[in-house]
């Protein structure tokens, strides 16, 4: 093999492994701001989005928030200059997915959702409570 094939072969792995670290890495940080997703259970003739059947493993914040007892997800740590937030997932993202879903469900700072026969207005929040 010759030394240039070698050498950009080298730099082509150490691209990729970098590329791997910097988006394994953002997940681990533990700093920043708290938010966390919040399901309020709602009475509503206003349109939903069906969330009946959606996945834990697609919606993490989102099932874990309906599954609490105070309605609340785990905290979602925002990282230093909103870099995490570009490699991981977020109840951000749950929040959007939702409304594309049923746009009209959208709210200025949520969404209307039905679960398993219960509505719940769904957003996202910085308080723990």
Do not use: C
């Not at 938010?35 to 349109?47: H, K």
């Not at 989005?49 to 599954?67: D, V």
């Not at 997915?97 to 039905?114: F, S």
């Amino acid at each position: 093999m010759r030394p240039v094939t070698r050498n950009l072969l080298v730099a082509l792995a150490v691209i990729a492994l970098a590329l791997l670290a910097l988006g394994a890495l953002p997940s681990y940080l533990g700093s920043g701001d708290p938010y966390y997703l919040t399901a309020e259970p709602i009475e509503t003739d206003e349109p939903t989005a069906n969330a009946t059947g959606l996945s834990e493993r697609r919606y993490p914040y989102l099932t874990g928030a309906i599954g609490s007892e105070d309605g609340r997800s785990e905290p979602y740590l925002m990282g230093p200059y909103g870099m995490k937030e570009w490699f991981t997932h977020t109840p951000f993202d749950e929040v959007d997915a939702l409304t594309r879903r049923a746009p009209a469900a959208g709210t200025d700072g949520g969404v209307r959702i039905e679960r398993d026969g219960e509505t719940y207005y769904v957003e996202v929040t910085q308080s723990p409570t």
